[in-house]
Nanobody, 126 residues
Framework: QVQLVESGGGSVQAGGSLRLSCTAS?????MGWFRQAPGKEREGVAG????????HYADSVKGRFTISQDNAKNTVYLQMNSLKPEDSAMYYC??????????????????????WGQGTQVSVSS
């Protein structure tokens, strides 16, 4: 069982930055950040396979968002820079104790990870 708690959301102006945190209890080695705006499907934003150190980013956030981990704190961060109004959404972290990197990415891309946080709201004004 993995429990996840997100924090760090808020309201910023376009061009600003926020850092989201996801603190986990329990074992995981695969984590993703997802977002869902009203009326839209949930989409993957960034993922990390901790054992292999590999990351994945949605095209819309490449070069602006960075996912990282702090093993000592059992926390994964999403640093979001150059925010745009279209980044406004509820952001969720999700985690999985995956058997390997392939399984991690398959579950991330399918948005089928088993453990999800409650979400944190990000609002970007123009």
């Amino acid at each position: 069982q993995v429990q996840l708690v997100e924090s760090g959301g808020g309201s910023v102006q376009a061009g600003g930055s926020l850092r989201l945190s996801c603190t986990a209890s329990g074992y995981y080695n695969c984590m993703g950040w997802f977002r869902q705006a009203p009326g839209k499907e949930r989409e993957g934003v960034a993922g990390i396979y901790i054992d292999g150190g590999s990351t994945h980013y949605a095209d819309s956030v490449k070069g602006r968002f960075t996912i990282s981990q702090d093993n000592a704190k059992n926390t994964v961060y999403l640093q979001m820079n150059s925010l745009k109004p279209e980044d406004s959404a509820m952001y969720y972290c999700a985690a999985e104790p995956s058997s390997d990197g392939g399984s991690c990415w398959a579950q991330y891309l399918a948005r089928s990870m088993n453990y999800w946080g409650q979400g944190t709201q990000v609002s970007v004004s123009s």
